[in-house]
């Protein structure tokens, strides 16, 4: 599952998913919502070493970077142009409109196609690009019927201004109910080890070869704690539970593309390495069922 690596360059190992099919990232990429203050509202307490933070994730071979207008808000966009423009060519910038920010901590949906298509026209402005390479419905608002917020974000695309859509925080129903209006490139839920809500999600994405991006992809919650299936593992390889995690998703479906995000330069670097853990059969298996509460535990015997 892990591929050949350059090991200046760990991020790589994770492989290349082409992102509507003409669009390839390295598949382990880095989340810009820790670029800001607290509660996700404002200047981060460094903008120097938020900006350094994202050089050193292209250094390290990341080439997906996921954002939103709404982190700071704006803040993260305006961080990662100042940081990366002129941005190398394989790299790219995925972005999202569809929140409204009133506060620290707080997030409103609003997918009223004027005020969608004015964030699109402000991404673009804060990014430096011609083209939002991926844009993303932030939320689907359901006071707002669904044909008119994806009418708005195929009239951005018809206009070249939007390259490949996605959607965050969907069922499958909608997610099917999408795809009948809009060619869907990629879906954002909330997963990982400890919770696969989205697991059916996950799996329409897998047969129709839309990128599934985990966000909030190394939570761990109590399969961290010592003598756990998770810590066993991680031990065994000589990693933390958190690279363990990352490396689980990795493992599990190739249209996966976890967006790990720390402000943290360190934590970056452990987040990147994540990309090399290469995990057996008998322990994917074992992480799985652990994680469901219902392994044997056979590692934590032997």
């Known amino acids: 599952m892990t591929h050949p690596a350059d090991a200046t360059a760990p991020a790589t190992a994770s492989g290349t998913f082409a992102i509507g099919g003409d669009l390839p990232v390295i598949r382990l990429g880095y989340g810009a919502m820790r670029l800001t203050g607290e509660g996700v509202w404002g200047d981060p307490p460094d903008r120097q070493a938020a900006k350094a933070v994202l050089r050193r994730a292209v250094e390290l071979g990341v080439t997906l970077i996921d954002t939103a207008d709404a982190y700071g808000p704006y803040v993260s966009e305006e961080l990662i142009a100042q940081a990366l423009h002129p941005y190398p060519d394989d790299v790219v910038v995925a972005t999202k409109a569809g929140l409204v920010r009133t506060g620290p901590h707080q997030w409103v949906p609003v997918g009223r196609p004027a005020y969608l298509r004015q964030q699109a026209e402000m991404s673009l402005r ?36 939007v390259r490949h859509l996605g959607l965050s925080e969907v069922t499958a129903g909608q997610l099917a109910r999408a795809r009948e209006l809009a060619t869907i490139a990629t879906v954002q839920n909330r997963y990982n080890l400890a919770d696969r809500a989205h697991e059916d999600v996950l799996e329409a994405c897998s047969a129709a070869g839309i990128g599934f991006i985990p966000w909030f992809p190394v939570g761990t919650g109590d399969l961290a704690q010592p003598g756990t299936v998770l810590d066993v593992v991680a031990a065994a390889h000589g990693a933390t539970p958190a690279q363990v995690a990352l490396a689980w998703l990795l493992h599990r479906d190739p249209v996966v593309l976890p967006i790990p995000g720390t402000s943290q330069l360190a934590h970056l670097e452990e987040n990147c390495a994540a990309a090399g853990v290469s995990l057996s059969d008998a322990e994917l298996t074992q992480l799985s069922e652990g994680a469901d509460g219902t392994a044997l535990g056979y590692l934590q015997r032997r």
Do not use: F, S
């Open 126 to 161: 804060r990014l430096r690009v011609d083209v939002l390479d991926l844009w993303q419905l932030h939320r689907i608002d359901r006071d707002v019927p669904i044909e008119e917020q994806l009418g708005v974000a195929t009239e951005l695309q018809e206009e070249g201004k």
